[in-house]
């Protein structure tokens, strides 16, 4: 009994192994102390600061590219209340400036100051709490607008952030919204237009109401209305702060107090707008003139303007449509022209709306084993084999008892006798033994491949189809990429529990209570019938174990994909977390995520423990029936004591080794439920799908574009009409300029000519054709999309450029393709060129043209 009890603690080795696996990259992250410690409480607390910026001899390196040199004995002063831009070429070092006076870097050499005090000596969370931050990609949180602004100050009054939201100039589109301050903004902001993500994060910075401001392009996204008030608004809080401004447009900067042109990490310029102008040879003079058009398309640029506020009331779909009859007799390049529209009743909403919470997902209710055995079919060789190999070992618990019961039988039997059948049952207990050796690790081992194939084959096939879903299908929040990171990482993996350890050892179990069976009703059947009574009862107690397992299972596995959109949420936002010191708050959101999967881990672990209590009080139950029985029988004449013993041994050594499978109870359980996830992915049909071959291909594409009386709303916003009756035409060769308010349906055009959705009503048409009647891979082949916050992959610059032809572009190609977007100067001066690796989001990378 001792070694059987041994026995069955071995399934539980491979959950200790795994956990140690896991827990050692857990522990190395925990053990490792932080280079810049926001929770550490050392360091100097003042009552306020002024303000005074200094970066004295800086030598700096980002940790993940240490050869190559941002600074080499940088040095700039700012005093405090002024405002310092900072010009220059993209990659040229100025957010790199940003990020050490945010610290969320250290240099090399040298020293970054404010008020004379090394950024070192202060308490790191309490001096940025000091700094306010607008970044040049605005973050949002997969929360409501409220809760992204009260990050800038936790525990503000309604007051307080209804005067931030007028002062960002936010508050015109979120009282459209119906929610309004409550709308959900839906994953990294995706139901906001870039316009509107900006002014809340503008609308965050204003609330902290730092002392010092840092202001990383921040109205680069905004129309030229919107970016006016905004300006006005900043203008208005930069008094008597600190600023820094970072800017390629120089329009934004001409007031500044003083301008810094910084170059291939060198100050090569400094004075205000006035001074440096006067030198037409100089730095920031010839940025002027990169930027500046004419002094007549200046004059019509206002003009415009006038004619279109005039024009205002006009419903914005005629509006388009008319101006794009006219352009078929206009120039081969239009400017664009950005104005502000006062939308009527009729207009077109704001683009960006309600997340609608939508209908419940309802995935089946039932796990489809065959489905599920269909996926494994090309390693049924393999599990027929190990399915062979289990039954053997599933037998050795019975034959066991029958050697067992035979060797007790012998103790009985005359001294010349019972010494040479103890060494006969010696010798079958060693056989016994060496079948078990070969039969076990036979079973682990080809189960563990069968298990570990349909691993890779089911994250293989569930990733293609969440590749080839529509647009919309990933605007539901129960389908952001935390959430599906999570399937894929976790709910392929507790599969296996239905084809791996799990699967073997009912297979196991199984041979173990055919085997003990047949043994049993050959020695005396009576007793056998008597005892198997008894079975369904157990049976009915791992039913209902497993019911209410299943229930807690399919909760924690809800609750543990939104603490995994928390965390997705923070460590893709971690700048945004750092420089708004959300780091306890983000750690408490995600405490709060995890306390549900806690406490019904706990209610698990109680009905788990009921489970097994009952199960060995109907185990012990069945033993005492079967001696109380047993004896009858005995007296009765029916049986002997042999037969009585063979039974007893055969059943409850049988009984031992079905009551391992009771450990992988849980296992099995995480199991369906994950394979009720799984099957929901691949069960769903993509309402556009680009895997999709069949529709229309056309050997030249002219590109003339039309869009013809078409009416939209986006799917998870059913009651905000975006376009209505929207006509445009564009012609082959043309420019074309969508200008307005942010949040107008501009980039929503974008949208339905790529077929990220399909319009309600009306049509598209390329080259006369309708959009839908094409093959869409081709389709979108044929059109090229730079969006208004850059995308990049974690891959190299050489991969990321290559996407642009299906990864198969050629070195002549990547260059030709890098010099065009001039971007060969700053590539070429890299340590390893094209190699070089786009880390994290693109944190080693710069934004700008």
Not at 673 to 699: C, H, K, M, Q
Not at 751 to 768: A, E, H, K
Request: hydrophobic share 40%.
């Amino acid at each position: 009994m001792f070694s059987r009890s041994l026995g069955q603690a071995s399934p539980c080795l491979t959950a200790f192994a795994a956990g140690q696996a896991a827990a050692f990259k857990m522990f190395e992250t925990i053990n490792r102390k932080p280079e810049i410690d926001a929770y550490d409480q050392k360091g100097k607390v003042l009552d306020d600061i002024r303000g005074d910026i200094e970066l004295k001899d800086v030598y700096f390196s980002y940790p993940a590219r240490p050869n190559e040199e941002i600074f080499s004995g940088f040095s700039l002063c700012i005093s405090s209340g002024t405002t310092a831009a900072l010009v220059g070429q993209s990659g040229s070092g100025k957010s790199t400036v940003i990020s050490l006076i945010e610290r969320f870097y250290d240099p090399l050499h040298g020293e970054v100051l404010i008020d004379n005090i090394n950024l070192k000596e202060f308490q790191l969370k309490w001096i940025r709490e000091k700094i306010g931050l607008v970044s040049q990609e605005p973050v949002l949180f997969t929360s409501s607008i409220k809760d992204n602004i009260l990050y800038g100050k936790d525990g503000a009054s309604m007051d307080e952030i209804k005067v931030a939201i007028e002062l960002a100039n936010a508050a015109k589109f979120i009282d459209k919204l119906p929610q309004g301050l409550d709308t959900m903004v839906g994953e990294h902001g995706t139901q906001l237009s870039g316009g509107q993500k900006q002014r809340i994060a503008i609308a965050r910075a204003i609330l902290k109401d730092p002392r010092i401001l840092l202001l990383d392009e921040a109205t680069s996204a905004l129309d030229a209305e919107s970016e006016r008030v905004v300006q006005e608004a900043l203008d208005r809080i930069m008094v008597n702060r600190t600023t820094v401004i970072v800017a390629h447009r120089l329009s934004t900067v001409r007031n500044a107090d003083m301008i810094a042109v910084i170059h291939r990490g060198k100050m090569v310029e400094k004075g205000s707008h006035s001074e440096l102008v006067q030198d037409p040879e100089g730095a920031y003079s010839q940025l002027i003139k990169l930027q500046e058009g004419n002094s007549d398309s200046e004059s019509e640029d206002q003009q415009t303007e006038k004619e279109l506020s005039n024009l205002s009331g006009q419903r914005l779909s005629r509006r388009r449509s008319s101006g794009s009859r006219r352009s078929s007799g206009s120039r081969r390049h239009s400017k664009s022209q950005s104005f502000g529209l006062s939308p009527k009743a009729d207009d077109p909403q704001p683009e960006s709306m309600e997340l609608d919470a939508g209908e419940p997902s309802k995935p089946p209710t039932k796990v489809p084993l065959r489905r599920l055995a269909y996926l494994n079919k090309p390693e049924i060789p393999v599990l027929i084999v190990g399915a062979i190999a289990a039954i053997i070992n599933g037998a050795t618990y019975p034959v066991f008892s029958l050697l067992l019961s035979n060797m007790i039988k012998t103790f009985y039997e005359p001294p010349h006798k019972m010494k040479s059948d103890s060494k006969f049952w010696a010798v079958m207990f060693v056989i016994l033994g060496l079948v078990s050796l070969v039969a076990h690790p036979g079973r682990s081992y080809l189960f563990a491949v069968a298990g570990s194939k349909l691993i890779k084959r089911i994250r293989s096939l569930c990733f293609e189809k969440v590749l080839n879903m529509e647009v919309g299908w990933f605007d539901k929040p129960e389908n952001s990429s935390g959430a599906i990171g999570a399937r894929l990482s976790a709910d392929a993996a507790n599969v296996r529990g239905l084809v791996g350890d799990a699967l073997a050892q009912i297979v196991q179990d199984s041979a173990s209570a055919a085997a003990g069976l047949v043994i049993a009703f050959a020695a005396c059947w009576q007793l056998a019938l008597i005892i198997l009574v008894l079975v369904p009862l157990m049976s009915a107690n791992a039913f209902v174990q497993m019911k209410f397992m299943k229930g807690f299972r399919a909760d924690s596995k809800l609750m543990y994909e939104e603490a995994s959109q928390v965390a997705n949420d923070a460590v893709g936002s971690i700048r945004t977390v750092a420089s708004f010191c959300a780091e306890e708050k983000v750690m408490k959101l995600y405490r709060n995520k995890c306390e549900g999967p806690k406490r019904a881990g706990i209610k698990q672990g109680l009905t788990s423990g009921i489970g097994f209590g009952v199960s060995f009080f109907l185990l012990n139950c069945m033993y005492a029936t079967s001696f109380y029985a047993g004896a009858r029988l005995i007296e009765a004449g029916q049986t002997n004591f042999g037969d009585v013993f063979k039974v007893f041994f055969a059943l409850t050594l049988a009984a031992l080794g079905v009551s391992q499978s009771s450990s992988f109870a849980p296992d099995t359980t995480k199991a369906k439920s994950s394979a009720v996830s799984v099957f929901a992915i691949l069960d769903r049909e993509s309402e556009i799908d680009p895997s999709d071959e069949s529709g229309l291909t056309l050997e030249t594409v002219k590109g003339e574009i039309e869009i013809r009386h078409v009416s939209f709303k986006y799917p998870t916003r059913p009651d905000v009409e975006i376009f209505r009756d929207l006509c445009l035409t564009i012609h082959s060769g043309k420019t074309v300029a969508l200008v307005g308010e942010s949040g107008s349906g501009k980039s929503t055009v974008i949208q339905l000519l790529q077929r990220f959705y399909n319009p309600d009503s009306g049509y598209i048409t390329l080259d006369g054709t309708e959009l839908q009647k094409f093959q869409l891979k081709w389709l979108r082949l044929q059109m090229g999309l730079v969006s208004q916050e850059p995308v990049l992959f974690n891959d190299t610059i050489r991969a990321n450029i290559a996407y642009g032809k299906d990864g198969d572009a050629t070195e002549a190609e990547i260059l030709a393709a890098s010099e065009l977007a001039n971007a060969h100067n700053f590539i070429s001066g890299l340590h390893q060129v094209c190699l070089f690796h786009i880390i994290s989001k693109r944190v080693n990378c710069h934004f700008g043209p």
